[in-house]
């Protein structure tokens, strides 16, 4: 019998149908990956499991019986926990009472007793914390480790992961599958939502693939491949991207970056002296976890955020300091890191894609509105937008806000561009695309930064990859010499580039 069933669940947002008469099993001691495009319905099927959601009809059975789940406490009490990408813990607690708070009445008890409690618990299920460690002293690994040991601390024998791997660095994400797999020996039941295929394939028993709010197929891992799964999740064939040639190392340096620094908004070093050569028809990348100086980067080098000190050239031209329109007139080019706040959501696509470059289409003081709605036609079958001229940009999808920004970036060819998470939110096909578009901009002779959290797409896509780390670049190497576990080491800070080497930090 399985541990939880979901039977003809079906769940509508107005006029939007998030999940259609969806079917889902999950086995005792299973890790059953849940698979889907953005928008698919695979997250609002688990908040409706977890009682964050109600489901509109259908039926839940946990152990064959027939269950309402009104709430998140109907769940846990039924032995199904939860743990988002965004945690809910009290950093300045400690592990042990971040694990009891809410589970006990009150802190007002031995508190040298509930770590040993904690502790025994952690050892049960193969998780490795200090519980009188303080939350706020612990990476953000470690924090994920917390919340999965509090839904089991309250004794889950389900436990819905949404992206667990999204803000882990390697060394982290096979920490967290050997949690998994150490879990599953003790039969505790598992559902993995990701989007990375790789992940799906070396963590998971069976996956059930989402398309459209329906199931497209429920299968046996092992009798599958990440390209027939990708097929499944976007109805045709994908074959992610091939960079066709090499770059040319000697090729002309574009974008010249010497001795930057800069301050984030509370006025704390965010950048510190960083240098880097970007050439032409080459995409460096630079990876690292989030919060670690890459938006401040991104915002100094297209002129929104001021250097405190430091050279930026493009062409050979002195550009730091400059501001986001002159940035635009000397060859910057920037896809914004937030579509939502790149694009003005009440202004139609074709505003939109003229934004930047308006004195082109006025005349006498007033728009040409002919010629705006020809210039966006031409740029939504360029680009193949799913929008009209006159639509309102907040009515469009995702993927297609960011075709329209990258439309409004690249019609204008130009020599260098900044492209800070390009993909972050986009289902496979869109990212496919976004892809595919900087690869064209490189061949034309483009020179990209291409700073992303994702180190698949790192690796994809670079010639060269920098690692970021506290606002510092710690190692520069070319892609054919990375691996996952260097690379990993140096986001995490554990080891640091030097002239002579690889030095321990």
């Given at each position: 019998?399985?541990?939880?069933?979901?039977?003809?669940?079906?769940?509508?947002?107005?006029?939007?149908t998030?999940?259609?008469h969806?079917d889902?099993?999950?086995?005792?001691g299973?890790?059953?990956?849940?698979l889907?495009?953005?928008?698919?319905?695979?997250?609002?099927?688990m908040r409706?499991?977890?009682?964050?959601?109600?489901?509109?009809s259908g039926?839940?059975r946990v152990?064959?019986?027939?269950?309402?789940?009104?709430?998140?406490?109907?769940?846990?009490k039924l032995?199904?926990?939860?743990?988002?990408?965004?945690?809910?813990?009290?950093?300045?607690f400690?592990?042990?009472?971040?694990?009891?708070?809410?589970?006990?009445?009150?802190l007002?008890?031995?508190?040298?007793?509930?770590?040993?409690?904690?502790a025994?618990a952690?050892?049960r299920f193969g998780?490795?914390i200090?519980?009188?460690?303080?939350?706020?002293?612990l990476s953000?690994?470690q924090?994920?480790?917390?919340?999965i040991?509090k839904?089991?601390?309250?004794?889950?024998?389900?436990?819905?992961?949404?992206?667990?791997?999204?803000?882990?660095?390697?060394?982290?994400?096979?920490?967290?599958f050997e949690?998994?797999?150490h879990?599953?020996?003790?039969g505790?039941?598992?559902?993995?939502?990701?989007?990375?295929?790789?992940?799906v394939?070396?963590?998971?028993d069976?996956?059930?693939v989402?398309?459209?709010?329906?199931?497209?197929?429920?299968?046996?891992?092992?009798?599958?491949?990440?390209?027939?799964?990708?097929r499944?999740?976007?109805?045709?064939?994908?074959?992610?991207?091939?960079?066709?040639?090499?770059?040319?190392r000697?090729?002309?340096?574009?974008?010249?970056?010497?001795?930057?620094?800069?301050?984030?908004?509370?006025?704390?070093?965010?950048?510190?002296?960083?240098?880097?050569?970007v050439?032409a028809?080459?995409?460096?990348?630079?990876?690292?976890?989030?919060g670690?100086g890459q938006?401040?980067?991104?915002?100094?080098?297209?002129?929104?955020?001021?250097?405190?000190?430091?050279?930026?050239r493009?062409?050979?031209?002195e550009v730091?300091?400059?501001?986001?329109?002159?940035?635009?007139?000397?060859?910057v080019?920037r896809?914004?890191?937030?579509r939502?706040?790149?694009?003005?959501?009440?202004l139609?696509?074709a505003?939109?894609?003229?934004?930047?470059?308006?004195?082109?289409?006025?005349?006498?003081g007033?728009?040409d509105?002919k010629?705006?709605h020809?210039y966006?036609?031409q740029?939504?079958?360029?680009f193949?937008?799913k929008a009209?001229?006159?639509d309102?940009a907040?009515t469009?999808s995702?993927?297609?806000?960011?075709?329209?920004l990258?439309a409004?970036?690249?019609?204008?060819?130009?020599d260098?561009?900044i492209?800070?998470?390009?993909?972050?939110g986009?289902?496979?096909g869109?990212?496919?695309?976004?892809?595919?578009?900087l690869?064209?901009?490189r061949r034309?002779?483009?020179?990209?930064?291409?700073?992303?959290?994702d180190?698949d797409?790192i690796?994809?896509?670079s010639?060269r990859?920098a690692?970021?780390?506290?606002?510092?670049?710690?190692?520069?190497?070319?892609v054919?010499?990375?691996d996952?576990?260097?690379?990993?080491?140096?986001?995490?800070?554990?080891v640091?580039e030097?002239?002579?080497?690889?030095?321990?930090?």
């Amino acid at each position: 019998m399985p541990v939880v069933e979901m039977v003809g669940i079906t769940k509508h947002f107005g006029r939007v149908t998030a999940n259609d008469h969806v079917d889902f099993e999950l086995e005792k001691g299973e890790i059953h990956a849940l698979l889907g495009e953005n928008g698919a319905g695979k997250t609002t099927l688990m908040r409706i499991l977890y009682g964050l959601y109600q489901a509109d009809s259908g039926e839940i059975r946990v152990e064959g019986k027939p269950v309402h789940i009104g709430s998140p406490r109907d769940a846990i009490k039924l032995g199904i926990g939860m743990v988002t990408q965004h945690f809910a813990l009290v950093p300045p607690f400690t592990v042990a009472e971040n694990v009891i708070m809410g589970y006990r009445e009150s802190l007002n008890m031995d508190i040298r007793a509930i770590e040993r409690e904690v502790a025994s618990a952690a050892a049960r299920f193969g998780i490795a914390i200090d519980p009188a460690v303080q939350v706020r002293h612990l990476s953000v690994g470690q924090r994920q480790r917390v919340e999965i040991l509090k839904a089991l601390f309250r004794q889950a024998q389900v436990l819905i992961l949404d992206e667990p791997t999204a803000v882990l660095v390697p060394q982290e994400v096979e920490a967290l599958f050997e949690t998994l797999r150490h879990l599953r020996e003790q039969g505790i039941s598992v559902v993995f939502i990701s989007h990375k295929l790789n992940e799906v394939m070396a963590i998971s028993d069976r996956v059930t693939v989402l398309r459209d709010g329906r199931v497209i197929d429920t299968l046996e891992t092992a009798t599958t491949t990440p390209p027939a799964l990708a097929r499944m999740m976007v109805g045709r064939e994908t074959f992610g991207v091939v960079r066709q040639d090499a770059p040319q190392r000697d090729a002309e340096a574009v974008l010249e970056v010497q001795g930057l620094y800069a301050e984030d908004d509370r006025g704390l070093p965010a950048i510190k002296d960083i240098s880097l050569v970007v050439r032409a028809g080459e995409i460096l990348g630079i990876a690292g976890v989030g919060g670690n100086g890459q938006t401040e980067l991104a915002e100094t080098l297209c002129g929104i955020r001021r250097p405190s000190r430091g050279s930026i050239r493009v062409k050979g031209r002195e550009v730091a300091g400059a501001s986001p329109a002159e940035m635009t007139a000397a060859g910057v080019g920037r896809i914004p890191e937030d579509r939502h706040t790149g694009l003005v959501g009440d202004l139609t696509v074709a505003e939109n894609l003229v934004m930047e470059v308006l004195p082109r289409f006025s005349r006498y003081g007033r728009l040409d509105k002919k010629q705006i709605h020809a210039y966006a036609q031409q740029l939504i079958e360029q680009f193949q937008i799913k929008a009209r001229p006159g639509d309102r940009a907040r009515t469009l999808s995702g993927g297609n806000l960011q075709k329209v920004l990258l439309a409004r970036v690249l019609a204008n060819q130009p020599d260098v561009i900044i492209a800070p998470q390009p993909t972050r939110g986009l289902d496979v096909g869109a990212t496919e695309y976004v892809h595919n578009q900087l690869l064209a901009q490189r061949r034309r002779g483009a020179a990209i930064l291409l700073i992303s959290e994702d180190l698949d797409e790192i690796m994809a896509l670079s010639d060269r990859i920098a690692v970021i780390y506290e606002g510092e670049i710690v190692g520069v190497l070319p892609v054919e010499d990375a691996d996952v576990e260097h690379l990993g080491l140096l986001m995490s800070g554990v080891v640091k580039e030097t002239q002579h080497g690889t030095a321990e930090v």
